[in-house]
C-alpha cells in the first residue's frame, strides 16, 4: 500500500514540476516578448518628452525675443516723446480707476 501511494506521490510530484516547467517557459516567452515593446514605448516616451522640452524652451527664447522688442520700442518712444507718455499713462491709469470704481460700487449693492 505504502509503494502505491509513494508512486502516486511520485508521480503527483513530477507532473506538478513539469507544470512549474512549462509555466516558467511560457512566462519567459513572454518576458522576452513584452521586454522590447516596453523598452520601445519608454524611448518613444522619451523622445516625447524631450520634443516637448525643446518646444517650450523654443516658445520661451521666442517670448523673451518679443519681450525684448517691445521694452525697447517702448522705451524709445517715450524718449522720444515724453509728455505724450505721461499723458498717455495717465489716461490708462484715470480708465482703470474708473472701472475699479465702478466694480465697486456695482458689488456695495
Known amino acids: 500500500m505504502m509503494n502505491a501511494a509513494d508512486k502516486a506521490i511520485d508521480s503527483t510530484r513530477s507532473y506538478a514540476n513539469h507544470a512549474l516547467d512549462a ?5 519567459h516567452a513572454l518576458q522576452n516578448k ?6 520601445k514605448l519608454f524611448s518613444q516616451a ?3 518628452a524631450k520634443q516637448g522640452l ?3 524652451a523654443q516658445a520661451k ?3 523673451r525675443e518679443s519681450l525684448t522688442h517691445y521694452t525697447a520700442a517702448t522705451s524709445r518712444y517715450v524718449s522720444d516723446k515724453p509728455v505724450q507718455s505721461v499723458l498717455i499713462a495717465a489716461a490708462v491709469g484715470a480708465a482703470v480707476a474708473l472701472l475699479m470704481s465702478a466694480a ?6
Open 23 to 27: 509555466a516558467d517557459e511560457k512566462v
Open 54 to 56: 525643446d518646444i517650450a
Open 46 to 48: 522619451q523622445a516625447l
Open 34 to 39: 513584452v521586454e522590447p515593446a516596453l523598452d
Open 104 to 109: 465697486c460700487s456695482r458689488e456695495a449693492r
Open 61 to 63: 527664447d521666442k517670448a
